[in-house]
């Protein structure tokens, strides 16, 4: 069992920069794959990065790549996802899931914190 946290949210303008945190609870953080993704109004929840069990393999949509960075502190039990060159279309509910291994389907992860909103502002 796993319990998570997603902290680091908040509004910034075009062109800035945030981490978000995922902070774990639970025996078997270190041994999960992790991944990120974000809910906008009115659509459906979308796989934003991906890193696995040890950070040795990462993933990103191709909206982010370049601009977003996944790791992890297994140490910390904790997940990050560095946000830079932010724009008004990454608004939205992000959040942090953990699954036996790294994948961009929701269905894949049985584990989820309640979000942290992110608001890009033009």
């Known amino acids: 069992q796993v319990q998570l946290v997603e902290s680091g949210g908040g509004s910034v303008q075009a062109g800035g920069s945030l981490r978000l945190s995922c902070a774990a609870s639970?025996?078997?953080?270190?041994?999960?794959?992790v991944g990120w993704f974000r809910q906008a109004p009115g659509k459906e929840r979308e796989f934003v990065a991906g890193i696995s069990w040890n950070g040795g393999s990462t993933n990103y949509v191709d909206s982010v790549k370049g601009r977003f960075t996944i790791s992890r502190d297994n140490a910390r039990d904790t997940a990050y996802l560095q946000m830079n060159s932010l724009k008004p279309e990454d608004t939205a509910l992000y959040y942090c899931a953990a699954g036996r291994s790294m994948s961009t389907m929701t269905s894949r992860y049985p584990y989820w914190g309640q979000g942290t909103q992110v608001t890009v502002s033009s």
């Open positions: 639970g025996r078997t953080f270190s041994n999960a794959a």
